[in-house]
């Protein structure tokens, strides 16, 4: 169901660690913390879709300095790309921002 799981950072900015999760068609998921040992996370609710071009997905923490936990994404020519977090859970980045060329000589982000 899932080509991805990122997780263990606050992405909606109500202190608990949130999962994000990519489907097959490049959808991106949000899975809220809540706290509950038995069950640890909401209901899933919809990003955005269009993240199946990139092969790599990792939330990297607070790249940018605002207390928000960002993602970073790797497209499948090797261009790092930086989304912003924004705090909110129903639009948790902002538009893409272009960070360099070459991340393809690595196997993995994290």
Do not use: C, E
Request: hydrophobic share 30%; net charge neutral; glycine share 10%.
């Amino acid at each position: 169901m899932y080509t991805q799981l990122i997780g263990s950072a606050d992405i909606t900015g109500d202190g608990r660690p949130d999962l994000l999760a990519r489907d097959t068609t490049g959808v991106l998921w949000l899975y809220k913390g809540n706290n509950n040992a038995t069950n640890p996370f909401d209901a899933r609710t919809r990003v955005s879709s269009g993240w199946k071009t990139y092969n790599q997905l990792s939330i990297v923490g607070d790249l940018t300095g605002d207390n928000r936990a960002d993602l970073v994404a790797r497209d499948t020519t090797g261009v790092l790309w930086l989304h912003k977090g924004t705090g909110n859970p129903t639009d948790p980045f902002d538009a893409r921002t272009r960070v360099s060329s070459g991340w393809n000589t690595y196997n993995r982000l994290l």
